[in-house]
């Protein structure tokens, strides 16, 4: 029987988690030769994820410098992970979503006409600076792509429209879910694991918890600076408090801190690891981020999702009344929290909503396709 070599490239935390389930697939499938690099464009948050997955790189390129710029980094990965492949040789290179180490991941396999399976296929916000760069990323990985593995008919749909081969283009689900449901086992047999949490549930204990991530590049600035005065408003209630994990990434933390620090119903965490983030989204009332990965995540518990940006390339959840888009006005930022606070029925509408990401099967249709 001959063995498919497939080599998975990944760097950042949510590539981790999505991509986990697949690697977990191809490691027990006797059909692949499994080949993992991971570029470490986050360091510390990718690490927690490949330790509790059990996943040990084949490759580790630790690209991680401090204030980066797009394009040394970009150089970095390019030759980097090229060097790699030059080396492994393989039928295949899987990368997921749109960040740096995606879209070099997928430019390395072309010089070396390599096939390219893109994981998350087909999301566009159709605003090349909303979410940035990320929009470009995927849409120069799409021109690439030999395989899509489109989460929804409608990323499905977006490929259509741009004229991809529909042969090549697969709806199979999101694999997110697929880790959601892994961890949220694991962590029922070793409970644990997500054990960290407890001083601060019992510390807001009686109040309704808001979770919250807030990362984007396009939000720097003004934008934090909005998001931080509607939290302050926010947990200015007696009856709501907010537990924030603050992203590592200085443009982040030096507002958030300053602005946010000290305030009774503010917890400020350091970055959770994914058993912990699952055990947040698992007892938050509802989730305020900037995040893509959450807009998929929270509605598979019921959770719903705020969306403090002005454009989604996740409209299947807006669509389908799971998530909404509220921008970083702090205005609107309140008066919609405030609504899901004091409406029950606004807050049910969202909360019943059908989750439209996937059923958790989506690793196994991927490597299915990579077989064929």
């Not at 439209?356 to 396709?369: E, H, K, Q, T, V």
């Amino acid at each position: 029987m001959t063995t498919r070599k497939i080599l998975t490239v990944f760097g950042t935390r949510p590539e981790a988690i999505k991509l986990f389930p697949l690697v977990h697939a191809l490691e027990a499938d006797e059909r692949f030769d499994s080949h993992v690099l991971v570029t470490g464009q986050h360091r510390g948050m990718l690490d927690q994820v490949l330790d509790i997955a059990g996943i040990t790189p084949d490759d580790d390129l630790d690209v991680m410098q401090p204030d980066q710029t797009l394009d040394a980094l970009t150089a970095r990965l390019l030759t980097g992970i090229g060097e790699v492949m030059d080396r492994v040789r393989p039928d295949h290179v899987v990368v997921q979503g749109d960040t740096a180490t995606a879209m070099c991941g997928a430019l390395a396999a072309y010089y070396r006409k390599i096939r390219v399976c893109h994981v998350e296929a087909g999301l566009r916000s159709r605003d090349i600076y909303h979410p940035w760069p990320e929009e470009v990323n995927r849409k120069i990985i799409g021109s690439m792509a030999a395989i899509h593995c489109a989460p929804t008919e409608v990323s499905q749909a977006a490929l259509l429209r741009e004229n991809v081969d529909p042969a090549i283009v697969h709806v199979t689900g999101n694999t997110v879910i697929d880790a959601l449901h892994w961890i949220t086992a694991k962590v029922e047999e070793e409970p644990g694991l997500a054990s960290g949490l407890a001083e601060v549930e019992k510390r807001f204990a009686g109040k309704r918890i808001i979770g919250m991530t807030s990362h984007r590049r396009e939000n720097f600035g003004e934008g934090m600076r909005a998001i931080a005065d509607a939290v302050k408003r926010i947990a200015a209630r007696d009856d709501t408090a907010i537990v924030f994990p603050v992203h590592l990434n200085p443009n982040v933390r030096a507002v958030m801190n300053e602005e946010l620090s000290g305030l009774d119903n503010v917890a400020l965490l350091e970055p959770l690891d994914y058993p912990h983030f699952a055990r947040l989204l698992d007892i938050c009332h509802l989730m305020l981020t900037d995040s893509g990965g959450v807009q998929e995540e929270a509605p598979a518990l019921g959770k719903p999702v705020l969306v403090m940006r002005e454009t989604t390339e996740r409209p299947e959840g807006v669509d389908a009344g799971t998530a909404k888009l509220v921008g970083t006005d702090a205005d609107r930022i309140v008066a919609e929290v405030t609504a899901l606070l004091d409406d029950p029925a606004a807050y049910e509408a969202m909360a019943r909503a059908h989750n439209p990401f996937g059923d958790g099967r989506s690793a196994m249709r991927i490597a299915d396709l990579l077989a064929q």
